[in-house]
């Protein structure tokens, strides 16, 4: 019975007569050859209004970045200025985008007349070292980001966080220099046991880290920009770290083996970062936070840890070869 009313209403709807009279209402032929669209189409003020000059372009983003910042970080969600932020960022992200090929056409042009950029493209030894500068950029960018953000919030775990960060930029920027003096491979061995020795003392804190995300909820509310930078750092630093161990053995030398293995350990603490932050705003009951903090903040620990004695042993035995190879000599 419903299936009929059901056909019967349907067939009455795909034969109503009104369909044909709107269709061949007079007023479409009028509305399309509306002399005003033409008009708006031939406005001159289109390059202007989407096209600005950049300088306008990076103050809006700028602008609206802070804004915006200052919406989620204060909770300012239902204020009628936020609707008036989202307004503006969007019209800065479609600025943005519309720039987008110019700005690729301009890079190319600048590439191809740029001897640095040509001497980087000729051999990977320049990309390898390119790569090398531009992580410790990002991870001194986030240490100093999150310990200032810890200071002002009151967040020992926070604060913390950073710190660790960016004492593994400046032990790998030291790393990074010496490998610049192209030392000899006792010297290179002696850094790669040192870097050894430093990971298990950072391996200390790490394991004070994990026994305050336990014990103390490591912080009492993450805002959401803060989850969203670390799980962008979490998630470049990661993927980067595992593929640089798979294809960069090629550098085969004691202070680029350290430099990797150095790289690994922080993606893994950032990992785990990410993961109390995300459970103590996104997750239930207390027991499954202790359960899951405890878990992976062992399993990170043990790793780190393995890691440091791993390279002390090789460094030790490394070293000691090297050494007794050349006293025969």
């Known amino acids: 019975m419903k299936k009929n009313t059901f056909a019967a209403v349907w067939n009455r709807f795909l034969h109503w007569k009104g369909w044909t009279s709107w269709l061949h209402w007079?007023?479409?032929?009028?509305?399309?050859?509306?002399?005003?669209?033409?008009?708006?189409?031939?406005?001159?003020?289109?390059?202007?209004?989407?096209?600005?000059?950049?300088?306008?372009?990076?103050?809006?983003?700028?602008?609206s970045t802070a804004a915006l910042i200052w919406v989620f970080a204060y909770h300012q969600e239902t204020n009628p200025l936020a609707y008036l932020f989202y307004c503006c960022a969007f019209y800065a992200l479609l600025t943005v985008c519309l720039r987008i090929p110019s700005a690729v056409k301009w890079c190319r042009q600048a590439a191809a007349s740029s001897p640095w950029l040509q001497k980087y493209a000729a051999g990977s030894e320049n990309r390898f070292r390119a790569r090398l500068y531009r992580d410790q950029f990002i991870s001194f960018l986030y240490?100093?980001?999150?310990?200032?953000?810890?200071?002002?919030?009151?967040?020992?775990?926070?604060?913390?966080?950073?710190?660790?960060?960016?004492?593994?930029?400046?032990?790998?920027?030291?790393?990074?220099?010496?490998?610049?003096?192209?030392?000899?491979?006792?010297?290179?061995?002696k850094t790669y046991r040192l870097c050894g020795m430093l990971i298990l003392i950072m391996s200390?804190?790490?394991?004070?880290?994990?026994?305050?995300?336990?014990?103390?909820?490591?912080?009492?509310?993450?805002?959401?920009?803060?989850?969203?930078?670390?799980?962008?750092?979490?998630?470049?630093?990661?993927?980067?770290?595992?593929?640089?161990?798979?294809?960069?053995?090629?550098?085969?030398?004691?202070?680029?083996?350290?430099i990797r293995l150095l790289k690994l350990s922080q993606a893994l603490f950032a990992?785990?970062?990410?993961?109390?932050?995300?459970?103590?705003?996104?997750?239930?009951?207390?027991?499954?936070?202790?359960?899951?903090?405890?878990?992976?903040?062992?399993?990170?620990?043990?790793?780190?840890?393995?890691?440091?004695?791993?390279?002390?042993?090789?460094g030790h035995r490394d070293l000691n070869q090297y050494l007794q190879e050349n006293c025969h000599e």
């Open 143 to 189: 240490g100093l980001f999150k310990i200032l953000y810890g200071y002002f919030s009151a967040s020992f775990w926070i604060a913390a966080d950073g710190g660790y960060h960016l004492l593994q930029g400046i032990l790998q920027l030291a790393v990074i220099l010496r490998r610049r003096n192209h030392p000899g491979a006792d010297i290179q061995w």
């Open 26 to 63: 007079k007023g479409w032929k009028a509305i399309a050859r509306w002399k005003l669209w033409g008009n708006i189409a031939r406005w001159p003020g289109w390059k202007a209004l989407l096209w600005p000059h950049p300088v306008i372009i990076a103050l809006m983003t700028i602008l």
């Open 204 to 258: 200390v804190p790490i394991a004070g880290m994990v026994w305050l995300a336990v014990s103390t909820g490591a912080h009492k509310e993450y805002p959401g920009f803060l989850i969203f930078i670390t799980a962008l750092f979490a998630f470049y630093k990661l993927p980067s770290a595992f593929v640089r161990v798979a294809k960069d053995r090629r550098h085969t030398a004691p202070l680029d083996s350290a």
């Open 271 to 314: 990992m785990f970062s990410l993961q109390v932050s995300m459970i103590f705003q996104f997750g239930g009951s207390s027991d499954f936070a202790v359960l899951m903090n405890s878990l992976t903040g062992t399993a990170v620990w043990t790793m780190i840890s393995g890691m440091g004695i791993y390279m002390l042993r090789r």
